[in-house]
């Protein structure tokens, strides 16, 4: 299985943008799917969650900006972030998880300039 991350790029404070993660299997073949980010000099967090059924989980920084969602005839997930904030500036990387294992794609990174 591959995921295929895309969409970041650079963007003011307060702006928004959209990452998309298209996998090469069915969506409905994992448990959940979802992003984490990582900033320099931090672990990986997570950002977001979708599970298989749509039940969606946000790490509570990213609360009531972001939004997880999928578009499962094209087996791709997406995340919309919106009133951006300095604190996001990270790699973002998708993740799919089934059967206890977690493959991840490539990172896609997002620059949010004052």
């Known amino acids: 299985v591959q995921l295929q991350a895309s969409g970041g790029g650079l963007v003011q404070a307060g702006g928004s943008l959209r990452l998309s993660c298209a996998a090469s299997?069915?969506?409905?073949?994992?448990?959940?799917m979802g992003w984490y980010r990582q900033a320099t000099g931090k672990q990986r967090e997570l950002v977001a969650t979708?599970?298989?059924?749509?039940?969606?989980n946000y790490a509570d920084s990213v609360k009531g900006r972001f939004t997880i969602s999928r578009d499962t005839a094209k087996n791709t997930v997406y995340l919309q972030m919106n009133s951006l904030q300095l604190e996001d500036l990270a790699v973002y990387y998708c993740a799919a998880s089934r059967l206890g294992t977690t493959r991840w794609g490539q990172g896609t990174l997002v620059t949010v300039s004052s």
């Open positions: 979708i599970t298989s059924s749509g039940s969606t």
């Open positions: 299997a069915s969506i409905f073949s994992f448990h959940y």
